[in-house]
């Protein structure tokens, strides 16, 4: 078995800087680290558990199988907090029938982000009897 270390999810972005402001500002990730210069350096975000590396350019459109998935804490309160900021919101937070509340936005090259909130009687979260 490969013995993994860390690791990171990285995109490509059609505008760099475009991308910098949304993850960065808008989101309001946290930067783990920058590297090179000019407007094709790399930013690397904090991501709960792991990493989101922008860097490079990709004149191609995204893969519609990507997804990021992000837990919250409050899905209703990053929902007010994303609007305020300007983020456009595909779809405001619904409690979905398996018991987890999604908020769905989108980055500016249109790759789909779930903002997911798991609720304190979810499976998840509880177990009964432990």
């Given at each position: 078995?490969?013995?993994?270390?860390?690791?990171?999810?990285?995109?490509?972005?059609?505008?760099?800087?475009?991308?910098?402001?949304?993850?960065?500002?808008?989101?309001?990730?946290?930067v783990?680290?920058?590297?090179?210069?000019?407007?094709?350096?790399?930013?690397?975000?904090?991501?709960?558990?792991?990493?989101?590396?922008?860097?490079?350019?990709?004149?191609?459109?995204p893969?519609?199988?990507?997804?990021?998935?992000?837990?919250?804490?409050?899905?209703?309160?990053?929902?007010?907090?994303?609007?305020?900021?300007?983020?456009?919101?595909?779809?405001?937070?619904?409690?979905?029938?398996?018991?987890?509340?999604?908020?769905?936005?989108?980055?500016?090259?249109?790759?789909?982000?779930?903002?997911?909130?798991?609720?304190?009687?979810?499976?998840?979260?509880?177990?009964?009897?432990?």
């Open positions: 078995m490969v013995h993994v270390l860390g690791s990171r999810v990285l995109l490509r972005p059609s505008d760099p800087e475009r991308s910098r402001v949304f993850y960065g500002e808008r989101l309001g990730l946290a783990y680290r920058e590297f090179g210069t000019g407007p094709e350096r790399g930013t690397v975000y904090f991501l709960g558990g792991g990493f989101l590396e922008l860097s490079g350019r990709s004149d191609a459109a893969s519609p199988s990507v997804r990021l998935w992000l837990q919250v804490e409050d899905v209703a309160a990053a929902h007010v907090e994303l609007r305020e900021r300007g983020v456009d919101i595909v779809r405001p937070p619904v409690r979905e029938p398996w018991g987890l509340i999604e908020m769905w936005i989108a980055d500016p090259d249109g790759i789909p982000i779930v903002l997911v909130e798991t609720p304190a009687d979810h499976p998840l979260r509880y177990r009964p009897g432990t």
